[in-house]
């Protein structure tokens, strides 16, 4: 099924990510199944999709777009109106597979028998099957994960991209370290980049290029209450509820309204310390702190788990305090306050696949997987009154330079669903002038800011960054790779407009028995990074990372 232009673009991809062209073709193609077998189709709930009722306006054209929306359910219906003006196949990407299935769900409405799918979920078999029904041209549309932006089309007319500013379209974990974005880019066909809360590299592509800007906002801004947890503290209000949020979901219940709550951070403490000698409970595998849930701790990064700490083990000292906070506190504390009412929390620690009637509750509370896995349950016919954000801070206190932008963007999204089912939103922070919440409606002042200040950094757009990653099973000579890969790095770059980072432990440091340390490069766009090649066997070269810390 292959065509020069794909050939072209293998070449591409593997000189941009350092990769072998076998390994960039290993993505091009899915597992081929050893013999032919039966699968059973998986099984997607309908999806609430209501008419808008608004005249599609997103038309087909030569210029990449960038389409900023609200409703999900306007935004479906401009992808239908798209596809039907394109005569030729449609690319579809979406960051997660519970938006694939709904996806592609709500487009076999209108396109019969035309729509076929790829995840993770599928069988080899079904996987091998969908795609080829794609690459022989038998479907006219691909609904498909980060994997699908390497399906050959002899017949390619678009390529759109939902929900763009997730990281999922970056694969971060194995080779080829691609992000679906980029190569989108390097397809050659017309490109829609479709988000609530747009990316600032993205943003900045867009007025550089002079992209065609489609905001399908309402004119009329939202109403945002901004509480100051410093003051809450100060009446000696030492609950995650302020007394303002408080009385709103208690007016908003009494009249028979529900309550969204997000906050998100897992658990009950977020960390187990002796106040006696500062022991600090820390997985073994990952040394990061162990969280606190009911009577075991957890790592949530590697799933390691251990009973509840009641001694510390260095000194003996039962002198043992729980700090922070999270959702399994936030539902004990709902549950006292609101006893009357049923009460659902949604994380990755209870049965979140379980597909769960948010209409049977009064009260659902979680971290952002609400906005994944029930975003078409959360209508203005559920009746919400009050949505809250608990505690904002938790997403600015990430030692990450996009941490301002991700903040932005999920309190954003938080915003835009607020206001999609004229719900109050409520965000309680200890930093109520924080940039992030002045600008939550105006994109141009955040970003300009925000631009500011990464230029006086030299992070992007203004330079590129490429994480090198340096690993071993023994952390001294982990350590001591890592130094020598830095002295040879500064060296390389020294004629160049370039500087380096580092190294500096990853977090966590240890992944699967492996130590690892981090440099971070920062180049200018015009420099050749082809000297990379050379600095030192075995390292990983992550080219534009979502993350420089992990």
Known sequence: PFKQRDLNLLDRISEYYFVSKPMVLKAFLPGVPQRKAQYKPIEVPEVNVKLSGIKPILEPGKKPILLIYQDRNLLLENIKHYVEKINGQVIVLEPQIAFVNTTAKYLENFFKNQVVSLHSEFSKTQYWKNWLDFVEGRKKVLVSTRAGIFTPSSNLDAIILNDEDLADFKQYDQNPRYDARTIALKRDVPIVFATGSPRLITWDKAKKEKWEVIEMMPTEKPKINIIDLEDERRKYNFSLLSHGLEQACDKALQKGQKVLLFFNRRGWATSIICQDCGFTAMCSNC?????????????????????????????????????????????????????????????????????????????????????????????????????????????????????????????????????????????????????????????????EDELKARKSFNYPPFQRLIKIVIQHTDPDVAQKKARIASQKLEAMIKELDAEAMGPYGATPIKIRNNYRYLITLKISPKENINFLKNLLDGIIIDVDPEYILT
């Open 287 to 447: 040394q990061l702190p162990f969280i606190a849930h009911g009577n075991h701790l957890l790592c949530h990064h590697c799933g390691n788990a251990q009973d509840m700490i009641l001694a510390c083990p260095e000194c003996n000292s039962t002198n043992i305090k729980m700090l922070g906070a999270g959702t399994e506190r936030l539902e004990l504390e709902i549950k006292k306050l609101f006893a009357k009412y049923h009460v659902l929390r949604l994380d990755k620690d209870v049965d979140y696949k379980t597909d769960h009637r948010l209409a049977d509750y009064d009260i659902i509370l979680g971290t952002n997987l609400i906005l994944k896995d029930y975003y078409w349950q959360i209508t203005s016919d559920l009746g919400v009154g009050v949505v809250g954000v608990i505690n904002a801070d938790n997403l600015f206190n990430i030692p990450d330079f996009r941490s301002t932008e991700r903040a932005w963007q999920e309190i954003r999204k938080i915003k835009n669903l607020s206001s999609k089912i004229q719900a109050e939103l409520f965000v309680q922070t200890r930093r109520p002038q924080n940039k992030v919440l002045k600008n939550l409606t105006d994109i141009e002042a955040f970003f």
